[in-house]
Protein backbone atom coordinates (compact mmCIF):
# COMPACT_ATOMS: atom_id res chain seq x y z
CA UNK A 1 0.00 0.00 0.00
CA UNK A 2 1.22 3.60 -0.92
CA UNK A 3 -0.34 6.31 0.57
CA UNK A 4 -1.20 9.45 -1.60
CA UNK A 5 0.99 12.32 0.32
CA UNK A 6 3.74 12.28 3.20
CA UNK A 7 1.90 14.17 5.88
CA UNK A 8 2.68 12.42 9.03
CA UNK A 9 -0.10 10.88 10.76
CA UNK A 10 1.76 8.44 13.38
CA UNK A 11 0.25 5.73 11.88
CA UNK A 12 0.59 3.59 8.86
CA UNK A 13 0.35 3.03 5.43
CA UNK A 14 -2.97 0.60 6.54
CA UNK A 15 -4.85 3.57 7.92
CA UNK A 16 -6.35 6.73 6.43
CA UNK A 17 -7.34 9.38 9.10
CA UNK A 18 -10.47 11.21 7.34
CA UNK A 19 -9.94 14.90 7.60
CA UNK A 20 -6.07 14.77 8.09
CA UNK A 21 -2.89 13.20 6.16
CA UNK A 22 -3.91 11.01 2.87
CA UNK A 23 -7.46 10.85 2.06
CA UNK A 24 -6.71 7.45 0.00
CA UNK A 25 -4.31 4.72 -0.24
CA UNK A 26 -3.01 3.07 -3.54
CA UNK A 27 -3.41 -0.97 -3.23
CA UNK A 28 -0.30 -2.65 -5.39
CA UNK A 29 -0.68 -6.20 -6.55
CA UNK A 30 2.32 -7.71 -9.09
CA UNK A 31 3.02 -10.92 -10.90
CA UNK A 32 -0.28 -11.49 -12.84
CA UNK A 33 -0.91 -10.13 -16.22
CA UNK A 34 -4.61 -9.43 -15.28
CA UNK A 35 -6.08 -8.34 -12.09
CA UNK A 36 -9.78 -8.47 -10.45
CA UNK A 37 -10.85 -6.73 -6.92
CA UNK A 38 -13.17 -6.48 -5.25
CA UNK A 39 -15.51 -5.39 -3.87
CA UNK A 40 -15.66 -2.19 -6.28
CA UNK A 41 -16.56 0.28 -3.95
CA UNK A 42 -14.37 2.90 -3.20
CA UNK A 43 -12.16 1.84 -5.91
CA UNK A 44 -10.58 3.89 -8.80
CA UNK A 45 -10.66 0.60 -10.50
CA UNK A 46 -11.19 -3.22 -9.92
CA UNK A 47 -9.08 -3.98 -12.81
CA UNK A 48 -5.77 -2.29 -12.34
CA UNK A 49 -2.67 -3.54 -10.78
CA UNK A 50 -2.61 -0.66 -8.46
CA UNK A 51 -5.84 0.67 -7.86
CA UNK A 52 -6.47 4.02 -5.84
CA UNK A 53 -8.83 3.45 -2.73
CA UNK A 54 -10.75 6.76 -1.49
CA UNK A 55 -13.14 6.45 1.68
CA UNK A 56 -16.41 8.29 2.88
CA UNK A 57 -16.76 6.92 5.82
CA UNK A 58 -15.05 5.31 8.84
CA UNK A 59 -14.62 1.29 9.59
CA UNK A 60 -12.83 -1.54 8.62
CA UNK A 61 -12.70 -2.22 5.35
CA UNK A 62 -11.28 -5.61 3.05
CA UNK A 63 -10.66 -6.29 -0.39
CA UNK A 64 -9.55 -9.75 -2.29
CA UNK A 65 -7.01 -9.30 -5.54
CA UNK A 66 -6.66 -12.54 -8.14
CA UNK A 67 -3.97 -11.94 -10.13
CA UNK A 68 -4.39 -14.68 -13.02
CA UNK A 69 -0.82 -15.33 -14.87
CA UNK A 70 -1.52 -17.92 -17.64
CA UNK A 71 -4.00 -20.78 -16.30
CA UNK A 72 -2.69 -19.65 -13.10
CA UNK A 73 -4.11 -17.64 -10.55
CA UNK A 74 -3.02 -16.66 -6.91
CA UNK A 75 -5.83 -14.60 -4.05
CA UNK A 76 -4.75 -12.08 -1.58
CA UNK A 77 -6.13 -9.68 0.62
CA UNK A 78 -5.62 -6.54 2.48
CA UNK A 79 -7.17 -4.52 5.63
CA UNK A 80 -7.48 -0.90 5.65
CA UNK A 81 -8.52 1.38 8.63
CA UNK A 82 -10.15 4.02 7.90
CA UNK A 83 -10.61 6.90 11.48
CA UNK A 84 -12.53 9.76 11.18
CA UNK A 85 -10.62 12.79 12.73
CA UNK A 86 -12.67 15.99 11.39
CA UNK A 87 -13.50 17.82 14.23
CA UNK A 88 -15.66 20.53 12.54
CA UNK A 89 -14.24 24.42 11.96
CA UNK A 90 -11.40 23.18 10.02
CA UNK A 91 -9.82 21.27 13.34
CA UNK A 92 -8.33 17.75 13.51
CA UNK A 93 -9.79 15.46 16.43
CA UNK A 94 -7.29 13.71 18.49
CA UNK A 95 -7.17 11.73 21.64
CA UNK A 96 -5.09 13.53 24.19
CA UNK A 97 -4.46 11.93 27.23
CA UNK A 98 -7.32 9.88 27.38
CA UNK A 99 -9.26 12.88 26.39
CA UNK A 100 -10.71 13.49 22.87
CA UNK A 101 -9.20 17.17 22.32
CA UNK A 102 -9.59 19.81 18.53
CA UNK A 103 -6.64 21.48 18.02
CA UNK A 104 -5.61 23.06 14.08
CA UNK A 105 -4.32 20.78 11.33
CA UNK A 106 -0.54 23.22 11.33
CA UNK A 107 -0.36 21.83 15.00
CA UNK A 108 -0.72 18.35 14.26
CA UNK A 109 2.44 16.71 13.53
CA UNK A 110 4.52 18.45 16.25
CA UNK A 111 1.86 17.05 18.95
CA UNK A 112 2.17 13.86 17.38
CA UNK A 113 5.84 13.49 17.48
CA UNK A 114 6.06 15.57 21.08
CA UNK A 115 3.55 13.36 22.26
CA UNK A 116 4.19 9.55 21.43
CA UNK A 117 0.68 8.08 23.23
CA UNK A 118 -1.82 10.38 21.28
CA UNK A 119 -3.92 9.10 18.25
CA UNK A 120 -5.54 11.34 15.96
CA UNK A 121 -9.33 10.40 15.85
CA UNK A 122 -11.84 9.91 19.35
CA UNK A 123 -10.81 8.56 22.29
CA UNK A 124 -13.32 6.32 21.56
CA UNK A 125 -12.64 5.32 17.93
CA UNK A 126 -8.51 4.35 19.15
CA UNK A 127 -10.04 2.13 21.92
CA UNK A 128 -13.00 0.34 20.88
CA UNK A 129 -10.97 -1.17 17.65
CA UNK A 130 -11.38 1.77 15.23
CA UNK A 131 -14.95 1.65 15.47
CA UNK A 132 -17.38 -0.62 14.08
CA UNK A 133 -15.83 -2.93 11.54
CA UNK A 134 -17.35 -3.69 8.00
CA UNK A 135 -16.89 -4.28 4.40
CA UNK A 136 -16.51 -2.05 1.74
CA UNK A 137 -20.51 -1.91 0.48
CA UNK A 138 -20.55 -3.86 -2.61
CA UNK A 139 -22.59 -1.86 -5.82
CA UNK A 140 -24.10 -3.47 -9.06
CA UNK A 141 -20.82 -2.95 -10.91
CA UNK A 142 -20.73 -3.67 -15.30
CA UNK A 143 -17.32 -2.71 -16.66
CA UNK A 144 -16.23 -3.19 -20.42
CA UNK A 145 -12.71 -3.05 -22.19
CA UNK A 146 -11.72 -2.77 -24.36
CA UNK A 147 -14.90 -0.23 -25.61
CA UNK A 148 -14.82 0.64 -28.50
CA UNK A 149 -14.52 -2.74 -29.38
CA UNK A 150 -13.57 -4.93 -32.27
CA UNK A 151 -13.63 -9.04 -32.18
CA UNK A 152 -14.52 -9.75 -28.57
CA UNK A 153 -14.06 -7.43 -25.34
CA UNK A 154 -14.01 -8.84 -21.54
CA UNK A 155 -17.24 -7.96 -19.48
CA UNK A 156 -16.62 -7.85 -15.59
CA UNK A 157 -19.87 -7.88 -13.33
CA UNK A 158 -20.28 -7.96 -9.61
CA UNK A 159 -23.88 -7.64 -7.79
CA UNK A 160 -24.59 -5.73 -4.42
CA UNK A 161 -25.79 -9.50 -2.96
CA UNK A 162 -25.98 -12.74 -3.40
CA UNK A 163 -28.86 -13.62 -6.04
CA UNK A 164 -29.15 -14.58 -9.80
CA UNK A 165 -28.11 -12.01 -12.56
CA UNK A 166 -28.66 -12.41 -16.80
CA UNK A 167 -26.30 -10.25 -18.96
CA UNK A 168 -27.88 -9.39 -22.44
CA UNK A 169 -26.58 -7.97 -25.63
CA UNK A 170 -29.21 -5.67 -27.19
CA UNK A 171 -29.28 -3.62 -30.80
CA UNK A 172 -29.34 0.10 -30.67
CA UNK A 173 -33.10 -0.19 -31.55
CA UNK A 174 -33.65 -2.55 -28.22
CA UNK A 175 -33.86 -6.14 -29.86
CA UNK A 176 -31.87 -8.75 -28.38
CA UNK A 177 -29.29 -9.87 -30.05
CA UNK A 178 -27.50 -12.78 -27.49
CA UNK A 179 -27.35 -13.53 -24.04
CA UNK A 180 -23.61 -12.99 -22.50
CA UNK A 181 -24.13 -14.81 -19.25
CA UNK A 182 -26.22 -15.83 -17.09
CA UNK A 183 -25.89 -17.55 -13.51
CA UNK A 184 -25.80 -16.87 -9.76
CA UNK A 185 -23.07 -14.85 -8.00
CA UNK A 186 -22.17 -13.79 -4.50
CA UNK A 187 -22.34 -10.32 -3.18
CA UNK A 188 -18.80 -8.25 -4.39
CA UNK A 189 -17.63 -11.27 -6.19
CA UNK A 190 -15.68 -10.18 -9.64
CA UNK A 191 -17.66 -12.15 -12.33
CA UNK A 192 -15.51 -12.96 -15.79
CA UNK A 193 -17.11 -13.33 -19.05
CA UNK A 194 -16.12 -12.74 -22.84
CA UNK A 195 -18.21 -11.04 -25.54
CA UNK A 196 -17.70 -12.45 -28.58
CA UNK A 197 -18.54 -9.89 -31.86
CA UNK A 198 -17.13 -11.48 -34.85
CA UNK A 199 -20.67 -12.23 -36.35
CA UNK A 200 -21.65 -9.17 -35.35
CA UNK A 201 -22.50 -5.56 -37.59
CA UNK A 202 -20.36 -2.59 -37.00
CA UNK A 203 -22.62 0.00 -34.58
CA UNK A 204 -23.85 0.71 -31.56
CA UNK A 205 -25.02 -1.97 -28.40
CA UNK A 206 -26.01 -1.85 -25.22
CA UNK A 207 -25.25 -4.70 -22.53
CA UNK A 208 -28.32 -4.93 -20.22
CA UNK A 209 -26.81 -6.35 -16.65
CA UNK A 210 -30.57 -7.38 -14.93
CA UNK A 211 -31.06 -8.80 -11.33
CA UNK A 212 -33.47 -9.47 -8.73
CA UNK A 213 -33.82 -5.86 -7.78
CA UNK A 214 -31.73 -3.64 -10.67
CA UNK A 215 -30.90 -3.19 -14.29
CA UNK A 216 -27.44 -1.71 -15.02
CA UNK A 217 -27.05 -0.64 -18.67
CA UNK A 218 -23.36 -0.12 -20.59
CA UNK A 219 -23.16 1.37 -24.46
CA UNK A 220 -21.01 -0.56 -26.88
CA UNK A 221 -19.30 0.63 -29.55
CA UNK A 222 -18.47 -2.12 -31.72
CA UNK A 223 -15.79 -0.92 -34.86
CA UNK A 224 -14.31 -3.63 -37.45
Not at 61 to 79: D, E, L, Q
Not at 82 to 100: E, F, Q
Amino acid sequence: MVPTSKVYTGGNASTIYLGYGPQSVQLVASGGERFEWSPATGLSSTTAAAPVFTPTSAGTYTFTVTAYNGTCSKTASVTITVIDARCGNGKVMLCHKSKTTCISPSAVAAHLRNHSEDKLGSCSSNSISKGKSKEAKAVLSLTVYPNPLHNKANVELSLPKDGPYLLELHSANGKKVSVVGEGKARAGELVPLELKAEKLREGIYYLRLTTADEVKTVRLVLKK
